[in-house]
């Protein structure tokens, strides 16, 4: 896919511009930072809406099913959307560890190695904690021990 095209399908999937430093520019300086900031902040607000949106979808969609069968599906289907409501819940603690660590100036290193993380790893994951290496790393070793 060429770099225009892969651009666009960027912006139109995740909703934000692609960020593209400019010569010489610091490494999480704060133009970055505010790209990263503003990404971070519009992910957490997209699952808080979603969060509203399954509390407003289950007091709608509650019934006294009289057929059990009926009553066991709306239950399984409230069940699978906790459990993601769940999921998006320590999310959202994530994003918000993350904007922290944006604002004291520690995001964006590898917490293994401490080397760049790198802002398309950064852009694809903005939660990303690891470079792709350690990432990598930790996960043959996990599948080594079996956890």
Request: with cysteine; proline share 5%.
């Amino acid at each position: 896919m060429p770099t225009q095209a892969k651009q666009q399908a960027s912006q139109t999937l995740s909703g934000f511009e692609p960020y593209v430093p400019k010569e010489g520019e610091e490494y999480m300086g704060a133009p970055m930072r505010a790209h990263f900031t503003k990404i971070l902040s519009r992910w957490k607000q997209e699952l808080m809406q979603e969060v509203d949106r399954t509390v407003d979808h289950m007091k709608d969609e509650a019934a006294n099913f009289p057929d059990p069968a009926d009553r066991a599906s709306q239950e399984e289907e409230f069940a699978l959307e906790l459990r993601a409501r769940d999921r998006e819940r320590k999310l959202i603690k994530k994003i918000d560890k993350t904007l922290q660590l944006i604002e004291d100036e520690e995001y964006g290193w590898c917490d293994s190695c401490g080397i760049e993380i790198g802002v398309k790893r950064l852009e694809a994951r903005p939660t990303a904690d690891m470079c792709v290496d350690c990432k990598n790393l930790a996960e043959i070793k996990e599948k080594q021990v079996g956890k």
